[in-house]
């Protein structure tokens, strides 16, 4: 089993910053693909950042040059930077990781961190 805990969510005026942080942890597991998805009240669960255990990273049109994916293999811990925060990031964060586990693949979720971006 992997477990995913998420932190760094809060309440932003809109253009601010927020870091997002993922850690995971477990045992006998090995996270490949680590990433970040969102989901706003009343709308579906949507791919926000992707990144490899190479450091290959995807990002949703939506948030390209204003969000950065980063992750650090030797902690199992995902980052994302939001910058230029506007109304419609509004969201819980879901971090997620596609991993290894005694041999098998295996996707977990984390519970969510909620960004609230206000005007």
């Known amino acids: 089993q992997v477990q995913l805990v998420e932190s760094g969510g809060g309440q932003v005026e809109v253009g601010g910053s927020l870091r997002l942080s993922c850690v995971a942890s477990?045992?006998?597991?090995?996270?490949?693909?680590m990433g970040w998805y969102r989901q706003a009240p009343g709308k579906q669960r949507e791919l926000v950042a992707t990144?490899?255990?190479?450091?290959?990273?995807n990002y949703a049109r939506s948030v390209k040059g204003r969000f950065t994916i980063s992750r650090d293999n030797a902690e199992n811990t995902v980052y994302l930077q939001m910058n230029s925060l506007k109304p419609e990031d509004t969201s819980v964060y879901y971090c997620?990781?596609?991993?290894?586990?005694?041999?098998?693949?295996?996707?977990?979720w984390g519970k969510g961190t909620l960004v609230t971006v206000s005007s």
């Open positions: 477990g045992s006998n597991f090995i996270i490949n693909v």
């Open positions: 990144i490899t255990s190479g450091g290959n990273t």
């Open positions: 997620n990781t596609g991993a290894t586990v005694n041999g098998y693949g295996m996707y977990y």
